[in-house]
């Protein structure tokens, strides 16, 4: 159930872009990323969840009714998911082999993602990483549809795809 809201849109939207902020300022600090979500809540506080692990299949389910229970206790307006994962993109005028999973494609890409789901839709911001003596990102790409087992996270599960 969702309260009225304590934060305007452009609060809401600033908290937003602070999270997406800290985290690729996190990520340029220690090379890496845990997977980790922020829930802002409808009181405009930021709260923190670490799944232990993302492991196996069962893990993954186990996270994401938590997060869907999370949002809920908190009233959440919006649900921020930061990970690296690897990415694979279908080549101009291609279809995209989805037969192959992206962490064993031969033209992976290695990413940190930065999805953000509000009641509007959902927002995934991909930085490639770019691994060598140092580790950096590369151009961040912007794309406002989502779909998979992290995603609508704020809907009720049953409306879930």
Request: one cysteine or more; proline letters at 4%.
């Amino acid at each position: 159930m969702i309260v009225s809201s304590k934060l305007t849109a452009t609060q809401l939207d600033r908290t937003i872009d602070n999270i997406v902020q800290s985290v690729v300022e996190q990520f340029q600090k220690l090379q890496s990323c845990h997977p980790h979500y922020f829930l802002v809540a409808y009181t405009g506080d930021a709260i923190l969840y670490l799944p232990e692990s993302l492991a196996t299949e069962k893990l993954k389910d186990r996270t994401v009714r938590r997060v869907i229970e999370m949002a809920r206790e908190c009233s959440a307006l919006a649900i921020v998911f930061a990970t690296e994962a690897w990415m694979v993109q279908a080549k101009s005028g291609k279809r995209l082999d989805t037969s192959i999973q992206p962490s064993r494609h031969p033209d992976r890409v290695e990413i940190l993602s930065v999805s953000v789901e509000t009641f509007q839709g959902t927002t995934v911001h991909i930085w490639p990483i770019l691994r060598g003596k140092r580790v950096t990102l590369g151009t961040k790409q912007t794309f406002t549809q989502a779909k998979g087992r992290f995603c609508d996270l704020l809907v009720n599960p049953a409306e879930r795809n």
